[in-house]
């Protein structure tokens, strides 16, 4: 697989040699990025089963490999504790190598008393190490049964048919509510249909004075003219404001308020 070509390759050597000088030596503000980055360690570390090492001392790349594994498997927080030893059981579970205590450190987290977090043992980390591993099979092999899956599409059934009720009632509740508002006939108060009715009077009484305004030759038709414009504009608004009320307040006569 590409994979399998990847952790081959020759350029290998120097990446794990450069990742150990990267990790192991870095401090300070750059170490806070490189602590964000070891899940992905953990990853790629995971994948070097198929990377040939000689497990001797002398050999650099293996040590380089052992202590990159020494910093993942020391860390405390769950988190990181976990993604490491996936990766190591993953590991160990297809490597080679036959010495794989050298990959696990004095002081590696699973390795300290649960009670007291004192006396690290290398015996107890694998004993973890052994429960987590066995855990995590069982929690990937479990399998349901057929009286399970169809009592789950039972209780399914009956979920999405609660829930189809109490949208169906709610919707129904929407359309009455919507045609109550509709259907609604809302009062204006008695102050305001006398202010229309006035309105209307008094616009009644202007047309008439305009008409004998027409008839008196006294009056220049300039003013005329201009006195007309002004009564047109007044009428055009009573009678905008006497259309708006009557739709939005479905009153057809302010008359007969």
């Known amino acids: ?136 099979g069982a929690l990937l092999s479990i399998t349901p049964s057929q009286e399970e899956l169809e009592l789950l599409a039972e209780e399914g059934t009956e979920v999405n048919a609660t829930v189809q009720k109490l949208l169906q009632g709610r919707n129904q509740q929407r359309s009455m509510e919507a045609e109550k508002r509709s259907n609604k006939r809302r009062k204006l108060p008695e102050v305001i249909c006398r202010g229309v009715e006035l309105l209307q009077n008094g616009m009644k009484r202007i047309n008439e004075g305009l008409s004998e305004l027409r008839s008196d030759e006294n ?14 504009c007044l009428e055009d608004l009573v009678s905008h404001l006497v259309s708006l009320a009557a739709s939005d307040l479905d009153i057809a006569q302010f008359g007969n308020c």
């Open 1 to 136: 697989s590409r994979s399998e070509q990847l952790y081959t390759c020759q350029e290998m050597d120097s990446t794990i040699t450069e990742l150990q000088k990267l990790f192991i030596s870095e401090t300070g503000h750059r170490h806070h990025h490189l602590h964000k980055s070891k899940p992905n360690l953990a990853l790629f570390l995971s994948g070097l089963s198929k990377y040939e090492m000689s497990e001797t001392e002398t050999c650099p790349k293996s040590r380089s490999v052992w202590e990159l594994y020494h910093l993942l498997l020391r860390e405390r927080h769950w988190a990181l504790v976990h993604h490491a030893v996936t990766a190591f059981g993953y590991f160990c579970a297809r490597t080679s190598c036959s010495q794989l205590w050298r990959f696990v450190p004095e002081d590696a987290a699973l390795a300290f008393d649960i009670a007291s977090g004192k006396e690290a043992k290398t015996e107890r980390f694998m004993s973890e190490l052994k429960m987590f591993l066995e855990k995590e």
């Open 219 to 232: 009056e220049s038709e300039e003013f005329q003219k201009s006195l007309l414009n002004q009564f047109s």
